[in-house]
C-alpha cells in the first residue's frame, strides 16, 4: 500500500493493484486536478453515496485465492463507516480506516489495520483511537502543531504500534 497525502483531505492510495483518490476537489490549489486523478480506478468523495457499515461488527472479506482469481484484480470495496470516515478494503493489502472526523466505534479487526487520521485535534482523536484499538500503523495528517503535541500526547501509549507523519506530497509506503 501507499499513501499519498496532498492537503485538506485529498489522498491518493495505491492497494491491491488499483488507484482511489478520495476527494479530488478539496485538493489544495497547487495540485493539478487532471494530474491527481489520472490512472484512478477510484475516484471518491470523503462523505458520498457509499455502503454503509457499521464498524464494530465489520470483518474484512475472506482473499480471493489465485485459482478464483483468474487475470482480473477483484475490485477495491469502499465503505462509508461514520461521517467523516471511510474503510477501504483490498485484496493484498491491510484494510484502510480513513477518519477526518471522530473516532468511530471500532472492532477487533482494526488491531491489524492502518489507520489515518487528518485534520485539527490529532492528539485527542489518536487518544481515544489508542484507548479503543490498537492498529499497527498510524499515520497523521496535520499541521506541524497539531503533529508535534500528538507525538509529545502518544510517545508511551503506542506499545509496538507505529507512529508515522504524512507529509503533503510525500508518498509514504506502508
Known amino acids: 500500500m501507499k499513501l499519498t497525502w496532498f492537503g485538506n483531505t485529498t489522498f491518493r492510495i495505491h492497494t491491491g493493484g488499483q488507484i482511489v483518490v478520495v476527494d479530488?476537489?478539496?485538493?489544495?490549489?497547487?495540485?493539478?486536478a487532471n494530474e491527481l486523478v489520472s490512472g484512478a480506478d477510484h475516484v471518491i468523495g470523503l462523505n458520498g453515496n457509499r455502503k454503509v457499515t457499521e464498524l464494530p461488527a465489520w470483518k474484512p472479506r475472506p482473499r480471493q485465492r489465485l485459482l478464483d482469481a483468474g487475470e482480473q484484480v477483484r475490485p477495491v470495496e469502499v465503505w462509508s463507516a461514520a461521517p467523516d470516515c471511510l474503510l477501504i478494503d483490498a485484496d493484498e493489502d491491510m484494510p484502510l480506516l480513513l477518519i477526518a472526523g471522530s473516532v468511530p466505534q471500532l472492532g477487533r479487526w482494526a488491531e491489524k489495520t492502518v489507520i489515518v487520521i487528518v485534520g485539527q485535534t490529532l492528539a485527542q482523536r489518536v487518544e481515544r483511537l489508542v484507548d479503543i484499538a490498537l492498529p499497527r500503523l498510524i499515520a497523521l495528517a496535520g499541521d506541524d502543531d497539531e503533529l508535534d503535541r500528538a507525538f509529545a500526547k502518544l510517545q508511551h501509549k503506542l506499545d509496538g504500534a507505529s507512529l508515522i507523519a504524512l507529509e503533503p506530497g510525500l508518498a509514504v509506503e506502508v
Open 24 to 32: 479530488a476537489g478539496a485538493a489544495p490549489k497547487r495540485i493539478d
